[in-house]
């Protein structure tokens, strides 16, 4: 079984270069959350796909845009569990659409303190989706 873990990344990251679109993720404390999201996972017997890590290695390596896309497409394809922490960020909600088209059970994370969307809280209707609300990151790998 195959888990695919999604957040923010662009908004994230610090962007290095003219012409980049995003940059690198130096900040540990959002590498820590997204740890405890994948150890979570791994306890429940799923193998994982960050691609903040396995794609381009936290902003670490810069891989075109439409090369990125390609990959994260294809990762999702293939995840038995699509995995998200959107905030309000375009990007994973981007990646979530794919994930409900192609039918693949989800799980939203969102702070409690976040305005719960009215896509998210619909998105049951079309795919198995379960939205975790949690106020800490002790809170959030209790639910999980």
């Given at each position: 079984m195959k888990a695919y873990i999604t957040a923010p990344f662009t908004e994230k990251s610090v962007i290095k270069g003219k012409g980049h679109v995003y940059g690198e993720?130096?900040?540990q404390s959002f590498k820590n959350f997204l740890d405890v999201i994948e150890t979570v996972l791994r306890e429940f017997g799923f193998s994982t796909f960050l691609p903040h890590r396995d794609i381009h290695q936290w902003g670490g390596v810069y891989i075109e845009p439409e090369d990125v896309m390609k990959k994260v497409f294809d990762a999702i394809k293939e995840c038995d569990l699509f995995v998200t922490c959107p905030e309000y960020s375009k990007g994973p909600n981007v990646e979530l659409g794919m994930a409900i088209a192609l039918k693949k059970k989800s799980i939203i994370i969102q702070n409690e303190n976040e305005k719960l969307s009215l896509?998210?809280?619909?998105?049951?209707?079309l795919a198995p989706t379960t939205i975790v609300r949690f106020r800490d990151i002790?809170?959030?790998k209790n639910k999980l």
């Open positions: 993720i130096k900040e896509v998210h809280a619909g998105l049951k209707g002790m809170d959030m």
